[in-house]
């Protein structure tokens, strides 16, 4: 999710890092994290790629230029890899303007390919859902290929067959706001759920082993997916509504269904989801304005960043806000595991697009999880499930359903 609001977020809780103490991490979670296949199933991360200058192969901390996630960060945070997005923003639905997010999706879709061609030692990409045990135990880090909004395929759904042959394996129908394939949860309902091209794409995913995903579509689209879809699917970053009331987040009635139809629910670090954080409209409006001055678009120069962060730190010292904590973000973890049961939870953090929190603001902090799951008494098979056991299964779901339709036409 990458928008001016999240953005900030995320550079929010870089700005009150706190150092984490080696002690908060015990030799045995740490060991137990580093020996599991680790995956979040929500990098938006790729927005980065285009910046000039920029690789994934560096450290970033000190820069502070708002990435969250790079191979040092992903080798210290055990992070073997997950799904990473081809995020377009919802503009106009006019024919010019879906052309234009057609050739966005397409230019990211083929820059994720391209750090992956570049990288062959150190990333690979992954078809399967058997695939990423095998890339991880190879030393490399898993690359799944996802989009958040399905907009690219407006002016012409078709292009699903293609992005799939060259390599998407989740699909997000909308993002904050409505599209040509149905309603998104933070805007007013336009199509009462799925459009008919909607229910035809829900179809055509089904048909070639695409998983889908929920986040950001409204309740109405979540329940159709369940009447409609023939494999199981996932909300890939969300909340749960029973602890922060929020479009964003599900409700328990909702996610119990999920769970019985064999879903899973990723929790998303997004904070402003987590709990309601108090912010003033004056604070607000300068954000606003900070964003649309320097754009949000990953094309901002090194200089460019650094300035930007020297005016945000401004606006912070002027309207302090507080941020979110790993304790708000593990209320949701363990709400959901406690409420579902350790095989229908996953993480999506939303890394790189709004996602982390004080205690948890980058990759490297991901052992946290798994210590903060060993002390609530999840066994290492629940916990290698919540890592990446649930979306695997869902994906080999999916594989299933595809294998049979092919094997029905
Ligand atoms: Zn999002």
């Known amino acids: 999710m990458k928008h001016v609001v999240g953005t900030l977020a995320a550079c929010l809780a870089l700005a009150c890092a706190v150092p984490l103490s080696a002690a908060e991490v015990s030799e045995r979670a740490a060991r137990l994290h580093q020996r599991l296949?680790?995956?979040d199933t929500h990098l938006d991360t790729p927005a980065n790629f285009a910046r000039p200058g920029w690789s994934i192969l560096d450290d970033h901390t000190a820069q502070r230029d708002f990435a969250q996630v790079d191979l040092p960060r992903m080798r210290k945070g055990g992070l073997d890899g997950g799904f990473w997005v081809v995020y377009t923003g919802q503009g106009d639905r006019t024919p010019e303007a879906n052309r234009r997010a057609r050739d966005h999706g397409l230019v990211r879709l083929a820059q994720?390919?391209?750090?992956?061609?570049?990288?062959?030692?150190?990333?690979?990409?992954?078809?399967?859902?058997?695939?990423?045990?095998?890339?991880?135990?190879?030393?490399?880090?898993?690359?799944?290929?996802?989009?958040?909004?399905?907009?690219p395929l407006a002016s012409d759904p078709s292009l699903l067959s293609a992005?799939?042959?060259?390599?998407?394996?989740?699909?997000?129908?909308t993002h904050m706001r409505n599209n040509e394939f149905g309603d998104s949860s933070n805007a007013p309902p336009e199509w009462n759920g799925l459009s008919p091209a909607?229910?035809?794409?829900?179809?055509?995913?089904?048909?070639?082993?695409?998983?889908?995903?929920?986040?950001?579509a409204s309740d109405q689209v979540f329940d159709?997916?369940?009447?409609?879809?023939?494999?199981?699917?996932?909300?890939?970053?969300?909340?749960?509504?029973?602890?922060?009331?929020?479009?964003?987040?599900?409700?328990?009635?909702?996610?119990?269904?999920?769970?019985?139809?064999?879903?899973?629910?990723?929790?998303?670090?997004?904070?402003?989801?987590?709990?309601?954080?108090e912010q003033s409209e004056e604070r607000k409006r300068e954000l606003a304005e900070l964003d649309a001055r320097y754009g949000n678009d990953g094309s901002l120069t090194a200089a460019q960043i650094t300035q930007k962060l020297r005016e945000r730190d401004a606006i912070d010292a002027r309207h302090p806000v507080s941020n979110a904590t790993f304790d708000d973000y593990m209320n949701h973890v363990l709400h959901l595991v406690r409420l579902l049961g350790p095989e229908h939870v996953g993480i999506g953090a939303d890394w790189d697009g709004g996602g982390g929190v004080a205690g948890?603001?980058?990759?490297?902090?991901?052992?946290?999880?798994?210590?903060?799951?060993?002390?609530?008494?999840?066994?290492?098979?629940d916990i290698a499930n919540i890592w990446s056991g649930n979306v695997l299964r869902v994906l080999g779901e999916a594989e299933r359903v595809a294998k049979e339709t092919a094997g029905a036409g």
Not at 132 to 142: C, E, L, S, Y
Not at 163 to 173: K, P, S
Request: hydrophobic share 45%; aromatic share 6%.
């Open 37 to 39: 296949l680790v995956l």
């Open 360 to 381: 948890l603001e980058d990759v490297g902090a991901l052992p946290r999880i798994t210590q903060a799951l060993l002390d609530a008494g999840y066994s290492e098979e």
């Open 163 to 173: 992005y799939h042959a060259l390599g998407l394996r989740m699909l997000g129908i």
């Open 198 to 216: 909607g229910k035809a794409l829900v179809a055509e995913a089904n048909r070639l082993g695409i998983v889908l995903d929920a986040s950001h």
């Open 224 to 277: 159709q997916l369940l009447e409609l879809s023939r494999a199981p699917f996932v909300l890939s970053h969300s909340g749960a509504d029973a602890l922060y009331d929020n479009p964003r987040n599900i409700d328990d009635a909702r996610l119990r269904r999920l769970a019985e139809n064999g879903g899973v629910i990723h929790v998303n670090a997004y904070g402003g989801y987590l709990v309601p954080l």
């Open 112 to 151: 994720i390919r391209e750090m992956v061609a570049a990288h062959p030692d150190q990333f690979e990409l992954a078809l399967r859902a058997d695939d990423a045990r095998r890339i991880a135990d190879a030393g490399k880090r898993v690359v799944y290929i996802s989009m958040e909004n399905a907009t």
